[in-house]
Nanobody, 123 residues
Framework: EVQLQASGGGLVQAGGSLRLSCAASGDDVDSYAIGWFRQAPGKEREGVAC????????YYEDSVQGRFTISSDNAGNTVYLQMNSLKPGDTAVYYCAAVEDYYCPNLGGWDYYGQGTLVTVSS
């Protein structure tokens, strides 16, 4: 089992940047693919990005491709989501999540997630 703690949300103007952090702990953290999903009020959960733990490949939802970057530290225990050129439509609670797999299945199928962090983008 893996425990996840997200941080770094806040209020930013459109066009600005934020970096979210996810501290992962537990047994065999490096055997999980870790990523982010978000949920805006009244909307469905949406996978945003994912980092494969076996080959380092990254996956992004179409609307964030080119604006968001997922990465990890050398130990693999902290995963980051660098968000640039933020838009009001990016406003949501962002959750760090993990899959019991080395790969990222369709930016979904999350087995674990922690408390979210709120990102608000003003116009």
């Amino acid at each position: 089992e893996v425990q996840l703690q997200a941080s770094g949300g806040g209020l930013v103007q459109a066009g600005g940047s934020l970096r979210l952090s996810c501290a992962a702990s537990g047994d065999d953290v490096d055997s999980y693919a870790i990523g982010w999903f978000r949920q805006a009020p009244g909307k469905e959960r949406e996978g945003v990005a994912c980092l494969s733990s076996i080959d380092g490949r990254t996956y992004y939802e179409d609307s964030v491709q080119g604006r968001f970057t997922i990465s990890s530290d050398n130990a693999g225990n902290t995963v980051y989501l660098q968000m640039n050129s933020l838009k009001p439509g990016d406003t949501a609670v962002y959750y760090c999540a993990a899959v019991e797999d080395y790969y990222c299945p369709n930016l979904g199928g999350w087995d674990y997630y922690g408390q979210g962090t709120l990102v608000t983008v003003s116009s």
